[in-house]
């Protein structure tokens, strides 16, 4: 019998799918928060992970992943599914409305995590 191990890609990001609620509530807490209409929130980046060493910010959006236009999480594990090793180009969105131009690398996933 055949075992195949499910190799998953890690960034080391948490994200947030965005919505205008959630886009609304965040303007209110940070008058810098970028003008986007969806995106997903980066909540949190794990120090030394592929998306740190980026230079992901927590409160970036990610609006454009690899060349797509993305809305939700589920789109960036999508394109992400078997991209180990190769590097990506990232678009997000900042605070004050800057725009930064990221190139990460997604590693393997640790299995034991």
Not at 16 to 24: T, Y
Not at 41 to 58: E, I, K, N, Q, Y
Not at 88 to 94: A, E, G, L, T, Y
């Amino acid at each position: 019998m055949l075992y195949r191990r499910v190799v998953r890609p890690w960034l080391g990001f948490k994200m947030l799918d965005l919505n205008d609620m959630i886009i609304a509530q965040l303007k209110e807490r940070d008058v810098t928060f970028p003008n986007v209409k969806k995106g997903v929130l980066v909540a949190m980046v794990t120090p030394g992970s592929p998306a740190d060493r980026a230079g992901f910010h927590p409160g970036d959006v990610v609006i454009e992943f690899d060349g797509k236009p993305v809305e939700s999480i589920k789109e960036i594990i999508e394109i992400m599914s078997d991209r180990i090793g190769k590097a990506i180009k990232v678009v997000v969105k900042r605070a004050n409305d800057e725009t930064a131009i990221l190139t990460v690398v997604p590693e393997e996933a640790n299995p034991d995590m």
